[in-house]
């Protein structure tokens, strides 16, 4: 009994531990509740990422006929909506800056995305797309990075849209780059049902079989 306390205390403390490292670094992150398997949701996120972000982001491990098949659309359409026919459908997502202008502008690079669902997950993105706010000078400051180099690029949707649809917007863009992150998650989640199920089919086999051994021996 004593053992088993003594267990239960330490999931309950890994527990805490990594509840408090999804909060980290004291900012306050709003959850993404951005869900995967709408896949209008990442159509939009698609054409607003291709509209807001790619002029300064490219997704370099990620290709626009992987995009189209994922997301359903063929490959003529994909290159319409996100490359403006300035692409095929063979090529890397790159980024419209001309190299060696964001270092004049910005003072740093803006970093490629494909991973950054990844490496700060999906509800940082989020709150971090909608972390702008004015301050008296009028500057944008953001609270999620703060003094960030990055200027508040849905400004336009913040200031003219409703605030329903402004959530919207970055909910897309970041469902979309939780897809591009991972872009097997879905099936992989799927998968791990399907797996669960035939270890438990398995498990009760196993165990008849057992009995069937067992049947005729003293123990
Ligand atoms: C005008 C150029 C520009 C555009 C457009 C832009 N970004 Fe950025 N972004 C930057 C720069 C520069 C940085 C590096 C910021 C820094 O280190 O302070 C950055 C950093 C980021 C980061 C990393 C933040 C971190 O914690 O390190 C994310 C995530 C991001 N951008 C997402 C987006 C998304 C999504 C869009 C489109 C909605 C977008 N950006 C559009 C310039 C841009």
Redesign the pocket.
Same mark, same amino acid.
């Given at each position: 009994m004593k053992q088993f306390l003594l267990i239960l205390s330490f999931c309950m403390l890994s527990l805490s531990a990594s509840v408090q490292a999804s909060g980290g670094y004291g900012i306050t992150l709003e959850p993404a509740q951005n869900n995967l398997r709408d896949q209008d949701s990442l159509k939009r996120g698609a054409i =607003?990422?291709s509209n807001?972000?790619?002029?300064?982001?490219s997704l370099k491990y990620m290709r626009y006929n992987r995009i189209a098949r994922n997301l359903g659309w063929d490959e003529d359409a994909i290159v319409a909506e996100m490359a403006y026919g300035q692409s095929t459908v063979y090529e890397d997502v790159t980024t419209r800056?001309l190299p060696g202008v964001?270092m004049d502008?910005?003072g740093?690079?803006?970093?490629d =995305?494909s991973l950054?669902s990844r490496l700060?997950g999906t509800d940082?993105?989020y709150s971090?797309?909608r972390g702008y706010e004015q301050n008296e000078k009028g500057e944008w400051e953001n609270h999620?990075?703060k003094?960030?180099?990055?200027?508040n690029?849905?400004e336009g949707i913040q200031r003219h849209s409703s605030e329903e649809e402004y959530a919207e917007a970055a909910r897309d863009?970041?469902n979309f780059?939780d897809y591009v992150g991972e872009p097997s998650k879905i099936d992989r989640l799927d998968l791990g049902w399907k797996v669960v199920a035939f270890l438990l089919v398995l498990l009760l086999l196993a165990y008849l079989l057992k009995r069937e051994y067992w049947k005729d021996i003293e123990h």
């Open positions: =607003l990422f807001y972000c790619m002029a300064c982001h800056i964001a502008v910005f740093t690079e803006p970093p =995305l950054m700060k940082y993105i971090f797309l999620v990075l003094g960030t180099a990055m200027p690029v849905l863009i970041t780059l």
